[in-house]
């Protein structure tokens, strides 16, 4: 079982600075994917963002240059940051932290990011 908390979100104006964070505990396999979705009210969840546990990411073309994508391995947790910069109206959306190894997907309950003046 593996359970997933995710913090940091909130309201910011455009052109602003927010940082997530999600911490992973339970029984988790040593390898896995972490990885940013965001969903926005009526649309589908997208992937923003993912990290594997070697350190290499990938982003979405919308948050390429403005998103930072990073993680910290323990013995028995994990945690996956977002760093989100220059923020846009359009990113405003529920952000969910997930944890994935094979067919395995564990999902947080998400925090919501608000960009507006």
């Known amino acids: 079982q593996v359970q997933l908390v995710e913090s940091g979100g909130g309201l910011v104006q455009p052109g602003g600075s927010l940082r997530l964070s999600c911490a992973a505990s339970?029984?988790?396999?040593?390898?896995?994917?972490m990885a940013w979705y965001r969903q926005a009210p009526g649309k589908q969840r997208d992937l923003v963002a993912t990290i594997m546990t070697i350190g290499t990411v990938w982003y979405a073309d919308s948050v390429k240059g403005r998103f930072t994508i990073s993680r910290d391995n323990a013995e028995n947790t994990v945690s996956v940051y977002l760093q989100m910069n220059s923020l846009k109206p359009e990113d405003t959306a529920v952000y969910h932290c997930?944890?994935?190894?094979?067919?395995?997907?564990?999902w947080g309950q998400g925090t919501q990011v608000t960009v507006s003046s």
């Open positions: 339970g029984t988790i396999f040593r390898f896995n994917t």
């Open positions: 997930n944890l994935a190894y094979g067919p395995v997907q564990n």
